[in-house]
């Protein structure tokens, strides 16, 4: 896969149909939308994906985000209603990104915990072609992601080296804001950013927070930040 050249963006945890109408209507440069399946207090069941499916624009692409799913749960989700991306946020092997792929034809984005995540590039390496992006995220002992928190970014070149060399994009999450992406950007320029919990007032989506962030991540982009 080539490396994107238009920074992308990625709103996660979404729960709410308003959140997605506010989102159309105002035509915010969101690239991705995310939905939870797995464990959270942002998890949707299948039968509520099937109500917002109705209101994601078709100018974005909704992407499921799975911690250690079967392939049962995920089939239950499609059956609901499609979605564009699948996001595997836990321990999911090689081959298990291989079959979700495969089965459901679809991109696959894994997503590395950095605090329990060792570099241990022989077995980065099994993931070739089971994988079409890379998300490194804050992990925790009692979280898979969502924490609102940032890792030691000293260790994105190293996983940007690994993408570069088999040609998948990097994407980033874990705390970033509006007011700490340009250094992240300037620093280190990963080719997406995952936000949840910045983009949030007392636990929901905030409109006012999405539109501050979106518009202030492409002012950087338009001035070669990236």
């Known amino acids: 896969m080539n490396r994107e050249s238009r920074l992308i963006i990625k709103v996660c945890g979404i729960t709410e149909t308003d959140t997605l109408g506010q989102i159309a209507e105002?035509?915010?440069?969101?690239?991705?939308?995310?939905?939870?399946?797995?464990?959270?207090?942002?998890?949707?069941s299948a039968k509520q994906w099937e109500e917002l499916a109705a209101f994601v624009p078709v100018s974005y692409k909704a992407a499921g985000v799975f911690v250690n799913p079967l392939?049962?749960?995920?089939?239950?989700?499609?059956?609901?209603?499609?979605?564009?991306?699948?996001?595997?946020?836990?321990?999911?092997?090689p081959a298990f990104c291989r079959k979700?792929?495969?089965?459901?034809?679809?991109?696959?984005?894994k997503a590395i915990g950095i605090e329990r995540s060792a570099d241990n590039w022989?077995?980065?390496?099994?993931?070739?072609?089971?994988?079409?992006?890379?998300?490194?995220?804050?992990m925790t002992s009692s979280q898979s992601g969502g924490t609102g928190e940032t890792f030691?970014?000293?260790?994105?070149?190293?996983?940007?080296?690994?993408?570069?060399?088999?040609?998948i994009p990097l994407l980033v999450a874990g705390g970033i804001r509006a007011d700490n992406a340009?250094?992240?950007?300037?620093?280190?320029?990963?080719?997406?950013?995952d936000v949840s919990s910045s983009v949030e007032t007392e636990g929901r989506k905030?409109?006012?927070?999405?539109?501050?962030?979106?518009?202030?991540?492409?002012?950087?982009?338009?001035h070669g930040v990236k």
């Open 26 to 44: 105002e035509q915010l440069a969101i690239d991705w939308l995310g939905f939870v399946f797995a464990q959270s207090r942002r998890r949707v």
């Open 71 to 93: 392939i049962q749960e995920i089939e239950e989700v499609f059956s609901c209603a499609p979605l564009d991306i699948v996001q595997l946020h836990g321990e999911e092997s």
């Open 100 to 109: 979700v792929k495969e089965t459901f034809s679809v991109p696959i984005i």
């Open 122 to 138: 022989e077995e980065m390496d099994n993931y070739t072609g089971a994988i079409d992006y890379l998300l490194l995220d804050t």
């Open 152 to 167: 030691n970014w000293n260790v994105i070149p190293y996983y940007k080296e690994w993408c570069a060399r088999h040609g």
């Open 182 to 193: 340009r250094s992240l950007l300037t620093d280190y320029a990963p080719d997406g950013l």
């Open 206 to 222: 905030d409109a006012d927070k999405i539109r501050e962030f979106v518009g202030r991540m492409r002012q950087y982009e338009q």
